[in-house]
RNA sequence: GGCCCGUUGGUAAAGCGGUUAAUACACCGCCCUUUCACGGCGGAGACAUGGGUUCGAGUCCCGUACGGGUCACCA
């Protein structure tokens, strides 16, 4: 009896890995050229952190020619969520990071090195664990649980290191027949890597983003077939991405301890090994402690926060871009209205400690995403998200639609476009007193500031409405009566004017403008007003100001 | 605890043995300006710590502190 006798009893009807070699050849592609993959579980989340990793993985591939495939980590099948393979699907598919190849909905695929869902290729890790075992490099181990943990408990006591390893892997023993027999005898067994590394040895290893990393070896004789007949995720990884042709695997950093154990189950299936990128996690402070970014305690880390607050996605994967390469913001600057796709990422400038959130950062990148888009643009993105989160803003954007647009307009799409959205949770604030059934509603609160007289106040206000105001004017005609307006009353018509001689006068033209201002909107900050009065229109215009005056 | 990794203004982050230690966000001031915003100019603010190596250290080495990761039939 040898080690083909003992794969066989195991995996009696499974196929040759040469046939799995053949079934999946390697990718013709050009030089160079790299293939990433995003390879969450589905959990039922989708954390920034995933779409960190897509966002880099997706650019790197793309920007080379190469390929970004999508592989669902479901062997953990206790974890699994309903419907989880499409929440991830949708999205990727939101933020503009939908794959190359993989699945494309909860149980089919494009591509051709698939399934890419791991619960599918069940029989391929098989046929790879018997090869190991054909080879003397895995083993069936009957160990109990209870066995494990009365280990684990002694090592702990004895301050040793825990695990199954050298003296305390039992099972690696067992003769062959020993084996056999219990196998046929119905014990329950899963299946064992014999790891011939040595924890006083060191491997050398290169990161594409952290470095050159010596490690221990590993000594660990890890579970590879669990007791379900499905794999661990070190044994998925390497069948996988060997199968799938990765060159690069993009992952998070809590991998980075496990690298010795994946290059030895490289070499001991007689694969090339790829290249490891690891990344570290987005933090997030808390009482002056950071940490990662947690699914149970911040509302941000899923990616559903930002459309529920309305944040565009492109203002998200920017953001994220400019985590990953600092210099992203830089070249914005100078690429104005270059495609994200674009900018180059390199890997290696990819800083090897985890950044702190920073929503602020993130709304600025977002404002100047938002001041980029044209009245349609807003109003349609406005609207998609009033639909879902704000029924009253929904209906403000739909009554009319028109006029609406004109109000988004306001010093849009000029060289200096306004930054004031932020996110669509915004909008309705920016743009609720320019329609005048909310308006005359809401009863504004007059707070003026520089000149405070109600008698001053009612006589500037009558006077423009009586002998200056002319919805028809054109806007340099409009500002010139608000210089004789301002005249008229003592304050000086350029605001210089005023500065040189200020005893000369009672206040200057910017006080003016503000008191009309204020009778008009109910507020001191709001867009250029010549253009709120011509959307606003001619009786509006009076009304306003009229019920501003009878009100003082 | 063992093993890895890290630590530059509040945040992000350039820097690669010789720099007045960039830049962006945030903050403050000034200018522009009918307000705000935009834009322009300016300001405050940092190399965790102790030892080495060197003519010279944010940069190289060692220790310490602090932070992060990892030590499952979870990924």
Request: charged share 35%; proline share 4%.
């Amino acid at each position: 009896m040898d080690y083909k006798d003992l794969a066989n009893v195991i995996f009696p009807y499974v196929k040759d890995i040469s046939y799995y070699e053949e079934k999946y050849p390697r990718r013709n592609l050009p030089e160079g050229a790299v293939v990433t993959r995003f390879a969450p579980s589905p959990t039922g989340f989708v954390h920034i952190g995933g779409l960190y990793q897509s966002v880099i993985a997706k650019k790197i591939a793309n920007q080379t020619g190469g390929v970004f495939f999508l592989r669902i980590e479901d062997t953990d099948q206790k974890r699994e969520v309903e419907k989880g393979v499409t929440g991830i699907i949708d999205a990727l598919k939101e933020f503009g990071m939908s794959p190359d190849e993989g699945m494309i909905n909860e149980d089919e695929y494009v591509g051709n090195y698939g399934p890419y869902k791991q619960s599918l290729r069940k029989e391929i890790y098989q046929a790879y664990a018997k090869y190991l075992i054909e080879k003397g490099d895995a083993y069936p181990c009957f160990c109990k649980q209870e066995q494990l943990d009365e280990m684990r408990a002694k090592q702990e006591n004895a301050k040793l290191r825990t695990g199954y390893y050298g003296v305390w892997s039992k099972c690696r023993h067992i003769p062959v027949n020993e084996a056999i027999q219990k196998i046929n005898d119905g014990e329950d067994y899963i299946i064992r890597f014999k790891s011939q590394g040595r924890e006083d040895k060191k491997i050398k290893h290169h990161d594409v983003i952290k470095g050159n990393i010596d490690f221990p070896e590993n000594d660990q004789d890890i579970v590879i077939i669990k007791a379900d007949g499905l794999p661990t995720y070190h044994f998925a990884h390497a069948v996988d991405d060997h199968l799938m042709g990765t060159t690069h695997v993009i992952r998070g950093d809590e991998w980075l301890s496990s690298v010795p154990l994946h290059l030895q189950l490289f070499q001991s299936l007689g694969f090339k090994s790829p290249k490891y990128a690891h990344i570290a996690p987005i933090m997030k402070e808390e009482n002056g402690a950071k940490r990662k970014l947690s699914k149970r305690k911040d509302p941000e880390a899923a990616v559903s926060y930002y459309a529920e607050v309305g944040i565009p996605e492109e203002a998200v994967d920017e953001y994220l871009l400019n985590i990953a390469n600092s210099n992203f913001e830089q070249w914005r600057r100078q690429n104005q209205d270059a495609k994200m796709e674009e900018f180059e990422l390199q890997l290696n400038k990819m800083s090897v400690s985890g950044a702190l959130f920073d929503i602020v950062k993130l709304c600025d990148i977002s404002k100047r995403v938002i001041s980029k888009y044209t009245k349609e643009e807003v109003y349609e993105k406005a609207l998609n998200w009033a639909k879902k989160y704000d029924k009253h803003l929904e209906e403000l954007l739909e009554k009319n639609k028109e006029y609406s647009l004109k109000v988004l307009g306001i010093e849009r799409g000029n060289l200096k476009p306004r930054r004031d959205i932020g996110k669509w949770e915004d909008v309705k604030e920016n743009i609720i007193y320019m329609y005048d059934e909310e308006y005359f509603k809401e009863k504004p609160q007059y707070e003026f500031q520089k000149i405070t007289d109600k008698e001053e106040i009612k006589n500037i206000i009558n006077t423009y409405i009586e002998e200056y105001f002319d919805i028809n004017d054109d806007k340099e005609t409009w500002f010139n009566k608000i210089k004789d307006l301002s005249e008229k009353f003592g304050y000086a018509r350029e605001t210089k004017e005023y500065k040189q001689n200020p005893d000369n006068f009672k206040g200057h033209i910017g006080d003016i403008s503000t008191v009309i201002r204020i009778c008009l909107t109910g507020r001191a900050n709001t867009p250029d007003m010549f253009e709120i009065m011509k959307v606003l229109g001619k009786e509006s215009v009076i009304k306003r100001l009229k019920m501003a005056i009878e009100k003082l």
